[in-house]
């Protein structure tokens, strides 16, 4: 069992740029690779109605090892529906090699009442280069996400939300994880 809590800061710096600041801390079992903390900065520009592109930087740290994650993503919206594609340069202490990922997310929103609202994330997680050239590794993940947020203001949203996370091994038993999420977002 894991509980991730992510605090989030966002604002929009002209009519079509917008900076979003996270922080992450992430309780997890030793055998699911220890405590995590985690920062990360997006910068994203409107470039047509519906289409944003983006990118930036994270910094994550467990058990003492860290992960610098650089990242590029486009997203298209139509209506209630997001579609997200990420590709992720993934640094690792003593790795052979820069780990690249590239992540698929489709999220659809749907309001309940005027200040409560549910999102629905489906994500798939590819990696294109793994971290070490061992042969075996794990390079496919599956996370489904249901989401129950309240607006408590024009600035504060609060949202719980349930994270399952489905990781296909090449040889022995999958792995399945299950994330209780808290989320606290604030707009400038």
Known sequence: ?????????VTDLDDDTRLT?????RWREQRRG????????????TIAKGTRIGGGVALF?????????PHQEITFTTGRLALRTRLEERFFDGAERMELRLRQRARYTLPLTERLDARFDAEYFN?????????????????????????????????????????????GRDIYNHVPQVWVEYRF
């Open 127 to 171: 990696l294109l280069q793994t971290q070490s050239r061992r042969p075996g590794l794990a390079r496919d993940q599956w996370r489904g996400r249901v989401e129950l947020g309240w607006r408590a203001s024009k600035a504060l949203r609060l949202s719980l939300a349930y994270l399952g996370i489905y990781t296909p091994t090449p040889a």
């Open 1 to 9: 069992m894991q509980l991730w809590l992510y605090a989030v800061a």
């Open 34 to 45: 220890d405590e995590q903390q985690t920062i990360r900065f997006n910068l994203e520009q």
């Open 61 to 69: 740290d467990a058990g003492g090892q860290t992960e610098i994650r």
């Open 21 to 25: 600041f996270d922080a992450s801390a």
